[in-house]
């Protein structure tokens, strides 16, 4: 069934303390989902970020982000009090994340939270553990030996924790309990306040849709834990890396940096990484979306020692083999596929063969001719159709940026008027197409230039810090994007009936509660 919905991360949402959480501002943003008639949420990875602060990069990939934690619900729970929260710097614009003095502030005020759990500890804390132990266990002795090192990576640490050995491990536990037990206590919130918010937003009829990095980070306690399923030397060093060639928009492509997996090793034991991976976000949210879809297929892999994309090589990935796997142990996941850029024939094939949709940005479609895959009159219903992702330039800032030949055929396409205005006759074109599901970032929903930009790839600072404010979300803005979505055939179902038969009662000379009107 036709379906939108928005696109906005968590950590974008207003609050008091620096940045979004999952506490009442979460809350009310669902609650103007509903009345704007949308059936999805959509996020960025919810995985703790580590250095620059992207959320593609994290130090495990089944943790949980302490910065989501909430701080109001904490101090209604007596592990902290508002002047404590208060008395720490959060920033000094509200409509951007500070890293820097959010990491200063955060975690010596999670300190204190801890200080007060471990004397009131609930009770089904020792539960939660034991239930998330198989990767609880290595996450939380990991960041304890990080703040030991004094942040390095696990790759400079000493022999013994490096390679893992059990006495140095055992050790290690004894020396580092509360340490641990802190990490402990910060998933034990975050999953606590996740699963009641997600709650919330279900019981509002709005499904969450989460993002999956393909790739995790080499500093990651998933890479310490499980070095076998990795491209590591015998000194446990990257010997291949993850990237992009080069191409028209950089000489030297793009060098991400993260280690790829053995897929050789991976199938000897039936991918169980994975089906664990999949799993638990499927759990997490109601569908997931899989970032950099087609290295599935084939992946570039790129020697582990140069400083540039130029020397990689294609390899061939798993194919629909691994989707098969996760099917057969977890059953049919709901997923979306990010199969944007330069797509093979193969790559195309292993899309069809999963039967997952994909996505169709359509900024990407006014740069060459009619027969762009990008351009609606080309879409399949199969598909999820964007304005543009967190990758990209928001609406108004792409067509004011833009060349003045693309911007005529893209005025010319979308029938674009300053009366109706840019953004929304873009996002008109995007939910009136045939994809079966429409997203929008919620910086174009209001309008935004490049002051709403949320990530530009392939560079370090300035990015993941935009934040909306509570004013944002107003009645009016709700109401215009309710009355697009209806124009599209995109509200949800029980929506839709609902206001048909309000429709009838009216015609019929009833009330909306099905009582007749006075004569």
């Not at 704007?36 to 580590?50: D, F, R």
């Not at 998933?187 to 019981?203: C, I, M």
């Not at 979300?473 to 009936?497: I, Q, V, W």
Request: proline share 5%.
């Amino acid at each position: 069934m036709r379906s939108s919905g928005v696109l906005m991360h968590i950590s974008s949402l207003p609050s008091p303390y620096g940045i979004g959480t999952m506490g009442k501002a979460a809350r009310k943003f669902a609650d103007f989902l509903k009345k704007a008639g949308q059936k999805y949420w959509q996020i960025l990875p919810v995985c703790p970020t580590s250095y620059g602060d992207s959320p593609y990069q994290s130090f495990s990939s089944f943790a949980g982000n302490p910065y989501f934690i909430d701080l109001e619900a904490l101090c209604e729970d007596k592990l902290l009090t508002k002047k404590e929260c208060e008395s720490y710097p959060w920033g000094t614009n509200p409509r951007y994340v500070d890293y820097g003095v959010l990491y200063e502030s955060r975690y010596p005020l999670l300190k204190k939270a801890y200080a007060r759990f471990r004397k009131h500890t609930p009770s089904d804390f020792l539960e939660f553990c034991d239930k998330e132990s198989e990767w609880l266990d290595d996450y939380a002795l990991f960041m304890a030996l990080k703040d030991a090192h004094g942040g390095d990576s696990w790759f400079l640490w000493e022999p013994e924790l490096k390679t893992r050995k059990k006495r140095a491990l055992d050790k290690a536990r004894a020396d580092y309990a509360e340490d641990i037990c802190f990490y402990q206590m910060l998933q034990y919130l975050f999953y606590r306040q996740w699963r009641s918010l997600k709650a919330y937003v279900n019981d509002l009829g709005i499904e969450i849709i989460g993002d999956v990095p393909i790739y995790v980070a080499g500093d990651s306690a998933d890479v310490w834990a499980n070095p076998r399923q990795f491209y590591l030397d015998k000194e446990l060093n990257p010997i291949d890396v993850a990237g992009c060639p080069p191409d028209v928009f950089s000489v030297d492509g793009q060098l991400w940096g993260n280690p790829l997996f053995r897929w050789d090793v991976m199938k000897k034991d039936g991918y169980r990484w994975w089906i664990k991976r999949i799993g638990a976000v499927c759990e997490l949210y109601d569908v997931v979306r899989i970032d950099h879809f087609r290295g599935f297929d084939s992946y570039y892999a790129i020697p582990g020692k140069d400083e540039t994309a130029r020397n990689g090589e294609w390899r061939k990935g798993p194919g629909i083999e691994l989707f098969h796997a996760i099917e057969e142990a977890i059953g049919r996941p709901n997923i979306i596929v990010e199969d944007l850029g330069f797509l093979t024939p193969s790559v195309v094939e292993l899309v069809k063969q999963t039967g997952y949709p994909g996505m169709k940005i359509l900024q990407f479609g006014f740069g060459d001719t009619p027969q762009n895959a990008y351009l609606p009159h080309n879409y399949d219903k199969n598909c999820v159709v964007y304005t543009g992702t967190h990758d990209n330039e928001t609406v108004l800032s792409w067509y004011e940026g833009t060349d003045s030949k693309t911007r005529k055929y893209a005025k010319a396409y979308m029938n674009l008027s300053k009366k109706e205005g840019i953004h929304w006759g873009v996002m008109r074109t995007a939910w009136n197409s045939v994809a079966e599901l429409a997203i929008m970032p919620m910086q174009d929903i209001l309008g935004l230039g490049d002051e709403g930009r949320m990530n530009t790839p392939s560079t370090l600072g300035g990015n993941w810090e935009w934040r909306a404010l509570a004013q944002d979300f107003t009645g009016k803005l709700a109401h215009t994007l309710h009355r697009y979505t209806k124009m599209s055939n995109r509200l949800p179902m029980e929506l839709a009936e609902k206001q048909e038969q309000t429709k009838v009662k009216k015609a019929d000379g009833l009330k909306k509660d099905g009582r007749p009107k006075k004569a």
